[in-house]
């Protein structure tokens, strides 16, 4: 019997570290598992991010070229206007001018 009950504590205590050796598998497996993931998750974040640069880029360029079309065109139309006026204040002085009496 004292055989036996040394055996059964030895087989009790075989068992124990398997168990433990177990869960400790079971806790690097997580371990693992959790890594892979915040890699996916770092590795998707770090995507958005170059997407979301080329995309601000592209905004930027697209502003900037707008803007310069803009100017462009708010040039060419201020020119325009100031080209009427002058034609008409031309004609109205020509105009004055020759209905003045000569003197």
């Known amino acids: 019997t004292w055989e036996r009950e040394k055996a059964d504590q030895q087989a009790r205590r075989q068992r124990l570290r398997e168990i433990e050796e177990e869960l400790q598998q079971q806790k690097e497996a997580e371990r693992l598992r959790q890594q892979r993931e915040a890699e996916v998750v770092?590795?998707?974040?770090?995507?958005?991010?170059?997407?979301?640069?080329?995309?601000?880029?592209?905004?930027?360029?697209?502003?900037?070229?707008?803007v310069k079309r803009k100017q462009q065109l708010e040039t060419k139309w201020e020119k325009r206007y100031q080209d009427t006026v002058n034609e008409q204040r031309e004609a109205f002085r020509t105009e004055c001018a020759r209905w003045r009496p000569v003197t």
């Open 42 to 66: 770092k590795e998707r974040d770090s995507q958005y991010d170059a997407q979301k640069s080329d995309i601000l880029e592209k905004l930027r360029a697209e502003e900037a070229r707008y």
